[in-house]
């Protein structure tokens, strides 16, 4: 055997005949060179930076609604393009504006709204498919011999029109309302009355075979309500949910709408933090979808209801993000100046809602403080 020393750094260079048996140990006396560590560049992003960067730097997609009215305010949209990473039509994907008749689509409005998100390198979620509400007048001639030819033409012109497009479908929205009396807890929509209960199996697989790529979500309102209405709402959506992934139904995702309307202290972190536990088991990712704090039964002082609102951002999202299966926070708009409250619960006072992060001059609120804190 012959031995060869060679120091760290030297080169060998050795040639053989090919019928030679050639066997390698590395066998050193010489101390191994130091290791050196290359100066790690700082793992934390800059605590100022916007709320979608903080996000992303863990792992999250933060995100918001908007009209496409609103992104043409020259104040409101650079402001939205910087803190949001995804951008959810605020009604411009609902049939009414782009079903004009039942053989025809209109893209005009969503379709800016989508030049914008791409133009500023957001995500686009596609809200919604199939929903109770937002039906065109010609829907009240769809009958139960024409409704699943109805629901094929809608599901599959949207999905191809967005296809490799779209983050994700809202396919299904608010389907559970155990107010309806329906022993599963479904909501008795026009849907359900044309089609039957498994509507919802049918606009999944519509939507899967149409763009297969696209994450197919279950949006629902109400789950994270305290009571009975909560209580049997989450009771149902579970229920519906282990029906679908039982029958191999191409569901991936959750969406919890997360329109807060709540008493101060009125949050059930305990209960919701099973729900969420229970929804991820299944195998599920959940988004929370249309953030927002209904400021209705706060006091009139700014600064104290600011706090309050805050503070449920805070009870809410701390749970939500304490799960891992959730990936995605998306707030019902961003500033004030825009917010659907303003109609849909209007204070007694008359004051001015503040249910979004940023007040209407874009001035950063508690709120906001608190999306940074949680999304860090
Ligand atoms: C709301 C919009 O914010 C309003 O501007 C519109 O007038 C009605 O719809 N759940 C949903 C959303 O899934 O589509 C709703 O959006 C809010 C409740």
Redesign the pocket.
């Known amino acids: 055997m012959t031995t060869i020393n060679i120091k760290p750094g030297e080169k060998l260079q050795l040639s053989f005949d090919t019928t030679t048996t050639v066997q390698f140990n590395v066998v050193s006396d010489v101390a191994d060179p130091p290791v050196v560590v290359p100066p790690q560049p700082p793992t934390t992003v800059d605590p100022n930076a916007p709320l979608r960067a903080l996000a992303a730097a863990r792992g999250l997609i933060y995100g918001a609604?908007s009209?496409w009215q609103f992104l043409h305010d020259d104040v409101y949209a650079p402001v939205f393009a910087k803190e949001c990473g995804l951008l959810v039509p605020?009604?411009e994907l609902?049939m009414v504006p782009i079903r004009p008749s039942a053989t025809t689509f209109k893209w005009s409005g969503v379709d800016w709204l989508l030049g914008f998100a791409q133009q500023h390198g957001m995500l686009f979620r596609g809200?919604?498919l199939i929903?109770h509400?937002?039906l065109p007048d010609w829907f009240n001639s769809v009958n139960a011999g024409n409704a699943e030819q109805t629901m094929r033409t809608h599901v599959e012109g949207c999905c191809n029109h967005f296809k490799g497009k779209v983050h994700s479908w809202?396919v299904c929205?608010?389907v559970v309302m155990p107010a309806d009396g329906r022993a599963d807890g479904l909501r008795n929509s026009k849907w359900m009355q044309l089609m039957g209960p498994d509507y919802i199996d049918k606009a999944f697989r519509l939507a899967h075979a149409a763009d297969p790529d696209a994450l197919l979500v279950l949006?629902q309102?109400r789950l994270e309500f305290d009571g009975t209405m909560g209580k049997d709402c989450r009771k149902h959506t579970l229920a519906l949910l282990r029906r679908l992934v039982d029958a191999k139904v191409p569901v991936h995702a959750l969406g919890i709408?997360s329109?807060l309307n709540l008493d101060p202290g009125k949050f059930d972190a305990e209960l919701f933090r099973r729900f969420l536990a229970d929804v991820a088991s299944l195998g599920l990712k959940i988004f929370i979808?249309?953030l927002d704090v209904a400021d209705k039964p706060y006091p009139a002082d700014v600064a104290t209801r600011d706090r309050l609102v805050a503070d449920l951002y805070h009870d809410y999202l701390e749970v939500c993000l304490e799960q891992p299966a959730v990936t995605t926070v998306i707030t019902?708009?961003l500033s004030d100046k825009y917010t659907?409250i303003a109609?849909?619960r209007p204070r007694d006072d008359k004051q001015a809602v503040r249910p979004l992060p940023l007040d209407a001059s874009m001035a950063k609120k508690p709120a906001y403080e608190t999306l940074r804190m949680l999304l860090s």
């Open positions: 609604a009209g605020e009604s609902k809200h919604t929903w509400l937002a809202d929205n608010e949006n309102d709408e329109h979808t249309e019902w708009g659907w109609e849909q």
